[in-house]
């Protein structure tokens, strides 16, 4: 078994950029290019995630085969059914959903099960990195500790 690590919560992007079904891929790309972001949440309108749309969804689904992005909308090439993770969800777990899934993003749900946050493997990346660093930290200080007990 292994031990508790943070909670999705601690990494979390806050801010959800959502957009109904309805919205054409042209309004997805200028909400994602207003607001900086790479993936839009699909919501009902109760804030429920329906799907995703990434960028690479706006450029593969519509862009590459010349249909135009005016008229698709967003519940045309949103990725469903929608992988999840609540807000006091374990990291690992959330890791563990994006393999099983093969997805980089998952929407965060409330326990009413709206969208309040985003989780992208990115946030993840800093988190790992520490823990790799803390075990480089404790190889070296063991190898220190040896080397001199040795001598």
């Keep these: 078994m292994r031990a508790k690590t943070a909670a999705v919560s601690d990494l979390a992007t806050r801010e959800v950029v959502m957009v109904g079904p309805p919205a054409t891929l042209l309004e997805c790309a200028q909400a994602m290019r207003n607001r900086h972001v790479g993936s839009l949440v699909v919501a009902d309108a109760a804030g429920k995630p329906l799907g995703i749309v990434t960028d690479r ?3 593969v689904e519509a ?3 010349q249909l135009d992005p005016a008229t698709l909308t ?4 949103m990725s469903t059914p929608v992988a999840t993770v609540r807000l006091d969800d374990d990291l690992f777990d959330a ?13 965060v ?6 969208a309040v946050g985003v989780l992208a493997v990115d946030d993840l990346l800093g ?5 790799v660093d803390s075990v480089v930290r404790v190889l070296k200080a063991e190898q220190t500790r040896e080397a001199v007990t040795r001598q």
Excluded: F, H, S, T
């Design 127 to 131: 988190v790992l990195a520490e823990q």
């Design 74 to 77: 967003a519940g045309d090439v």
């Design 95 to 107: 890791l563990a959903r994006m393999r099983e899934r093969g997805v980089r993003r998952l929407p």
């Design 109 to 114: 749900v409330d326990a009413q099960g709206r």
């Design 63 to 65: 862009l590459a085969l």
């Design 57 to 59: 969804d706006l450029v």
